[in-house]
């Protein structure tokens, strides 16, 4: 029985690698098609390798996109750190501090993680307007930052319920105040969750399009508002399209590459399951 | 007196947060709300009181019977798509097998990547054009010999709607994959161990021991997919522009609101939108933190 099980264990592995193809293909497509010359470039010839590697196509898709990814790099940082700031913070006193109301503080505040924005849009923009913040990043930082407080505080809120109540308290004899045990005792252990956090806001803010679509002007779109208008377009060709979508796809992939890790643990607090 | 000081200033650290939700989130909604019940529909905001004739309106309007229609057909497929691949992942990675990190990484990273870029990918994969023009995986199926597969994609009539679950699945079913990685990983070995004792085999282990245990998971899996499939919007945006057979709620709130101006109409959506996710979310929420209380 067992040598059985062992020997047809290979089999495993032709529905693991067919679904691997199935992840795949979209990825191969971008790559095969932006690293083709402009001239090789033809629908018939889609699924071919390229004879050759050329940046025609990227250095096309970069040329018309390279302001808006600009504009994302200068608005995923400060949606993230502020954000990721707050998070800390309330998840400390909703964790270690917890006041009368906090238990029903907490879920009221996750709440905010899953409503359709589609039910506050229309008050967000006229709110927007109302601050003259609409039309330019700080109103769609903004945006990022106070619909972000939900994940953060959550994941901040697990981080530190893991954390020994002793050494807290121990701080408390040492004359540590609230605000003290924060700065000497939390935040030099809170990177882990500071990193969690700064990925996941990083990539939620990077591929967001509803708040960006509705609260940016032309000129300060991020990268998937013009991307989705280039593919939209007819005068684009469709290979600057594909190549468009890689390199808008670029930074949340090398996120994902080299801190995947971390990006898991953020997926899985969207879950609840801290 | 200290401990009274510092309960204000354990409040005053939160409360940033706290009157930023209760006016962005709470504030907002129940601004929507007014404005659903509103005659707004122009640029000038106009309040007078129309009941619920944006709802009747909606209700009695084609193009949200579609919405309603594509919805359910989008849910529906990708749900039960991703469930279904997501578990079959999660049990052939669980076989102690070499290359599982390898495997888990690929089939997650779509979970990094816009649903932006998704669409246009897809776009271009699910390609309709047929005969000289095919291209996209019509034409890959055509060179592989599978030309029974070749089909007109999101532009099939009426079920055109189904095949945008696809990109979604390929987005989300990693993701579901990783849940039940995560509950396959919580069930301990001695419950398998005894039941090959008895004499139990794989199949009959995981009919009785190992899906009964997972059923917690699916139903999260189930809630996070089902609220993400009512808002789905920007994929469906990006893989064909806005076209009425692949109409939502989320395209048509934007489109008569933004472009129409119909604010008393979009509000009316969005607040159907929240109430449907509500339903989903609300009593996962009370659960999930009365069993975390518990534990």
Same mark, same amino acid.
């Given at each position: ?141 903004? $945006? ?28 408390r004899i040492d004359g540590c105040g609230l605000l003290s045990s924060y700065w000497h005792i939390l935040l030099p252990i809170s990177a882990p969750a500071f ?35 280039? $593919? ?10 594909? $190549? ?31 | ?92 990675l669980d076989q102690n097998i070499k290359g599982e990190g390898f495997f888990r990484s690929l089939y997650l990273f779509p979970m990094a990547i816009s649903f932006i870029v998704t669409g246009v990918v897809w776009r ?172």
């Amino acid at each position: 029985m067992r040598a059985r099980t062992r020997s047809n264990k290979w089999l495993i592995y032709i529905p693991l690698i067919l679904a691997a193809f199935f992840y795949l293909i979209p990825m191969y497509v971008m790559l095969v098609t932006g690293f083709k010359g402009f001239e090789e470039v033809s629908l018939k010839t889609m699924w071919d390798l390229p004879k050759a590697i050329r940046f025609d196509n990227f250095i096309e898709a970069y040329d018309k996109l390279a302001p808006y990814l600009w504009n994302s790099f200068n608005m995923v940082f400060p949606a993230a750190i502020i954000s990721s700031i707050l998070g800390s913070l309330n998840g400390y006193v909703l964790a270690k501090w917890k006041f009368k109301g906090s238990e029903i503080i907490f879920p009221a505040i996750l709440f905010g993680m899953f409503i359709p924005y589609q039910s506050i849009l229309i008050p967000l923009v006229e709110f927007m307007r109302d601050i003259n913040l609409y039309g330019g990043l700080p109103g769609l930082v903004l $945006a990022h930052v106070i619909y972000g407080i939900p994940i953060t505080t959550l994941t901040f809120r697990n981080y530190y319920a893991t954390i020994p109540k002793e050494l807290i308290e121990a701080s408390r004899i040492d004359g540590c105040g609230l605000l003290s045990s924060y700065w000497h005792i939390l935040l030099p252990i809170s990177a882990p969750a500071f990193v969690v956090v700064i990925i996941w806001q990083f990539t939620s803010a990077w591929n967001d399009f509803l708040f960006a679509v509705v609260l940016t002007s032309p000129t300060n779109w991020p990268v998937t508002v013009a991307l989705n208008n280039m $593919a939209g377009s007819q005068i684009i060709a469709w290979n600057v399209q594909m $190549a468009g979508s890689f390199l808008a796809a670029v930074p949340t992939l090398l996120v994902y590459i080299f801190l995947g890790r971390y990006f898991l643990r953020g997926l899985m607090a969207g879950a609840l399951k801290g | 007196m200290r401990i009274k000081r510092e309960t204000l200033l354990s409040v005053a650290l939160v409360t940033p947060s706290i009157i930023a939700i209760a006016v962005f989130v709470y504030g907002f909604i129940g601004w929507t709300a007014r404005v659903s019940l509103s005659k707004w529909k122009g640029l000038l905001p106009d309040y007078t009181w129309v009941g619920l004739d944006n709802f009747k309106g909606l209700f009695q309007d084609p193009r949200f019977h579609i919405d309603i229609r594509n919805t359910l057909i989008f849910t529906v497929i990708f749900v039960i798509g991703s469930l279904i691949i997501g578990l079959g992942l999660a049990i052939l990675l669980d076989q102690n097998i070499k290359g599982e990190g390898f495997f888990r990484s690929l089939y997650l990273f779509p979970m990094a990547i816009s649903f932006i870029v998704t669409g246009v990918v897809w776009r271009w994969l699910m390609n309709p054009a047929t005969g000289s023009r095919m291209s996209g995986l019509n034409l890959l199926f055509d060179k592989l010999g599978l030309d029974f597969l070749i089909n007109q994609w999101y532009t099939t009539p009426t079920w055109g709607i189904a095949f945008i679950a696809i990109p979604a699945i390929w987005q989300m079913s990693g993701y579901t994959m990783a849940l039940y990685l995560g509950g396959l990983r919580g069930i301990p070995i001695e419950l398998r161990e005894a039941a090959q004792v008895d004499g139990a085999n794989e199949f009959q282990i995981y009919q009785n021991i190992i899906l009964p245990l997972l059923r917690p998971i699916t139903l999260s899996a189930m809630i996070i997919l089902g609220h993400i499939s009512l808002k789905v919007f920007d994929l469906i945006v990006a893989v064909s522009g806005k076209q009425l057979p692949l109409d939502v709620p989320a395209i048509y709130m934007w489109q008569v609101t933004f472009d129409g101006y119909f604010f008393g109409r979009g509000a009316a959506i969005g607040i159907l939108l929240l109430l449907s996710v509500a339903v989903l979310i609300i009593p996962y929420l009370i659960y999930t933190l009365r069993t975390e209380a518990e534990v």
